[in-house]
């Protein structure tokens, strides 16, 4: 295992695997973006699910997925311990979700992506598909600005402190859902914004590093596995995230033992859920804060294009790119 002070060549994070975990990303989202708007979830999932898989064949590296559609008994594909890769080169561990915003794509909705995480053996927390409190921010913030073991106040004040603010002028990204009607009502008493998102929490954590948004804070519940692909994403940009799995009953709580977990109520920080070095890599399927959707254009010589845009990025040189694709109909 890597630390984060070695240098990325010497990382088995090679540089080229780096720039083709794109063509994995861009391959699911091309696939779902037939489907959007068509009102079908699982077709759309179906779609990223099976063209990711293809993509990964051709990848010069022995990679085992962690976190995946699900376990082996519930998902044809990319379930978690399946291999992916040419079996040879680098062994490294995948995180993904091939289509993170179903609904929206289903619905047209915007901020779904396909996404993944790539890092070192041992180096992605093996996280239950079960829920999981969240609180993030981006980056230029001390590391102990947010606790899950804080408050939502006290939260939300420490930031505005941080940021030389008023608690009112802070603006915080919330799933739409009942179960945060308590959050929401803590942070409207204190005169937040609040940025209510119907699905795609992945991009709502990562929306605190970008400025463009005015999101300060990520807060509330969402799935597990979504914590640990935007916690890949902010230790390449930089930013803060606590992690608490939520175990709703003993189903869950089985789980956890399966996958080793034995303090149920740990708060996960960055590197608890993503350490060494480790790559991020995201394509729009609709329009989002982070990235363009897939688009069909019809160029004035008459060739019909799909256009994509994705980002990767590595944790170990902070380097972020932005890869705009053309790709023949
Ligand atoms: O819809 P729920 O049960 O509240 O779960 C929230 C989770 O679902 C999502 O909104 C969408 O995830 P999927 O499209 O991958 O199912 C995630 O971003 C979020 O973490
Ligand atoms: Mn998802």
Redesign the pocket.
Known sequence: MNSDTQSPSESVLDRVLVLEMVRVTEAAAIAASDLIGRGD?KAA?AAAVEAMRGAFDTLYMDGTVVIGEGERDEAPMLYIGEKVGMGKGPKIDIAL?P???????AKAGPN?LAVLAAAEEGCLLNAPDV??DKIAVGPGYPEDVISLEKSVSENVEAVAKAKGVEPKDIIVCV?D?P?HADIIAELRSLGCGVVL????????VIATTDQDTTIDMYMG???A???VLAAAALRCVGGQFNGRLVFRNADERARAAKWGIEDLDRIYKLHDLASGDCIFAATGVTEGSLLDGVKRLRRPDGSRVMTTESVVMRASSGTVRWIRGEHRI
Do not use: K, N, S
């Not at 289509?99 to 794509?105: H, K, N, R, S, V």
């Not at 998102?197 to 709502?204: E, H, K, L, S």
């Open positions: 979830e999932d979700d289509l993170e915003g179903t609904t929206i794509t779904a829920y999981m799933l859902r179960r998102i119907g699905d795609g929490d992945v991009a709502g519940q969402g799935g596995p979504e914590g």
